[in-house]
Nanobody, 128 residues
């Protein structure tokens, strides 16, 4: 049984940084796409970044390119999202997600329904 537990959220001012962590258990193969999603009140869940465990190939939504970095430590079965230069529009609940895939995360990596497993979320609030 796959379980994902996020941590590291909090409140920061504009321009600040946070690092989110996602501790994954039950993932024993490299053929998984791991993603970070966010959802602000009244908005749809949005794919932020993803990484394919086997190749470490990464994917980003345009709005976070150059500011966010997704990474993984497979020895610790942990996924990270380093968020720099945070903006008020980054305020949201952030979720870790996982899906088993044979080859990469695919061109639709940002679509939430593609993912099988979800964490409970961690809140990020950026004030101006």
């Amino acid at each position: 049984q796959v379980q994902l537990v996020e941590s590291g959220g909090g409140s920061v001012q504009t321009g600040g940084s946070l690092r989110l962590s996602c501790a994954a258990s039950g993932i024993t193969y490299s053929s998984y796409c791991m993603g970070w999603f966010r959802q602000a009140p009244g908005k749809e869940r949005e794919g932020v970044a993803a990484i394919y465990r086997f190749s470490s190939s990464t994917y980003y939504v345009d709005s976070v390119k150059g500011r966010f970095t997704i990474s993984q430590d497979n020895t610790k079965n942990t996924l990270y999202l380093q968020m720099n230069s945070l903006k008020p529009e980054d305020t949201a609940m952030y979720y870790c997600a996982a899906v088993w895939r044979i080859q990469g995360c695919g061109q639709y990596w940002y679509q939430a329904p593609k993912y099988t497993y979800w964490g409970q979320g961690t809140q990020v609030t950026v004030s101006s």
